[in-house]
């Protein structure tokens, strides 16, 4: 596992400068960071974030928690610091998190340290100015996984039950990128060198074949808990994904089935893989990250739907405002004699 976990970080490191310092962002300069802010105290050393915006004198802030990825092994939020940067450059309030990864911490212990870190936003709200109506929580590869399961929670009484928690917010919105939501069809696959089958004992700390007996079996993919109460989702995923293949169609597939409103791309060509809107020239990446930020600019404004059966209707709204505004801009007003 060591050389797996040696890999991914290599990796990070090898396309840091063309993620984090090659992409030229408008605005960034008047982007304010802090760094490494503690959000649980009962684990300082995994437990600290970030957190990108750019001041203003006046009202409150959208947030967007940032989830890194990593196979849940591996990752930094140093790495997506360019990311945090474009999100804040358009009002956003960006809270950029790590979190403990395995082997050292297993799961359930990633997810409580991300539910924390969902309780000192709400905790410190008022201090920062942050409008916990408006909150998304987005993330890449196993961050994304986090992020999903991060919705499911907050919004599913089972699942507090069975993690024995209570998160003090209510999310409106997820971003996944590329991540895995059914753990079963994850283990099912082949991959090189049985990398699914070590990931899995990393994360949750028992073998594939100890899996039917395992404490939180009916607990751990999120896919199961998307129901009408589940946050409107931009999900973007590669049908020929080296690593989470096969998790983005079901996806997509149970939010129409329970009516939550959702966008979503994917590419089909091998070559845009695994998280392949991260690297930020390519054709499809620029496709991708239009249309999230026009996702994420709904959420900023407050009218991005709940549901799919009530985004028409907001979309005609929408639209007969536009064309009376139209209208009126066009009116020309004869000069008094």
């Excluded at 840091?16 to 982007?31: C, H, P, Q, R, Y």
């Excluded at 802030?61 to 990825?69: Q, T």
């Excluded at 994360?203 to 079996?217: A, I, M, P, V």
Aim: include cysteine; charged fraction near 25%; glycine fraction near 4%.
């Amino acid at each position: 596992m060591k050389a797996t976990i040696y890999a991914f970080n290599t990796f990070d490191k090898s396309i840091d400068k063309m993620l984090n310092e090659t992409f030229v962002i408008d605005g960034a300069d008047s982007v304010q960071v802090v760094y490494d802010v503690v959000y649980n105290a009962a684990d300082e050393k995994s437990c600290k974030a970030d957190y990108y915006f750019v001041p203003k004198s006046e009202g409150t802030y959208p947030v967007l928690i940032n989830i890194h990825g990593g196979a849940f092994i591996a990752g930094d939020k140093k790495y997506r610091r360019a990311l945090c940067t474009w999100h804040a450059t358009h009002g956003l309030f960006v809270f950029n998190v790590n979190y403990g990864l395995c082997p050292e911490y297993s799961f359930p212990t990633p997810i409580e340290h991300l539910i924390a870190a969902v309780n000192w936003i709400a905790d410190n709200a008022e201090a920062l100015r942050l409008d916990l109506s408006r909150v998304a929580v987005g993330g890449d590869s196993a961050g994304a996984y986090y992020a999903a399961m991060l919705g499911a929670i907050c919004a599913n009484p089972k699942l507090q039950a069975a993690f024995e928690t209570k998160p003090k917010l209510t999310l409106r919105a997820l971003l996944l990128n590329c991540g895995l939501y059914d753990i079963d069809i994850a283990l099912n696959r082949k991959l090189m060198f049985n990398l699914n089958k070590k990931i899995f004992k990393s994360f949750c700390g028992c073998e594939q074949s100890e899996f039917d007996t395992y404490k939180y079996k009916d607990f751990c993919s999120p896919l199961p808990f998307v129901d009408k109460n589940f946050p409107a989702v931009f999900v973007v995923y590669a049908q020929r994904d080296i690593l989470c293949r096969s998790q983005g169609e079901p996806l997509t597939h149970r939010l129409d089935e329970h009516d939550v409103y959702y966008e979503s791309y994917h590419t089909v060509s091998s070559k845009r893989n695994h998280c392949f809107s991260l690297v930020w020239t390519t054709k499809e990446a620029k496709e991708a990250n239009t249309l999230l930020r026009k996702f994420l600019d709904r959420l900023i404004d407050g009218t991005l739907p709940i549901s799919n059966s009530t985004a028409e209707v907001l979309i005609r709204a929408q639209e007969k405002v536009k064309q009376k505004r139209k209208a009126q801009a066009q009116k020309v007003t004869k000069p008094r004699k």
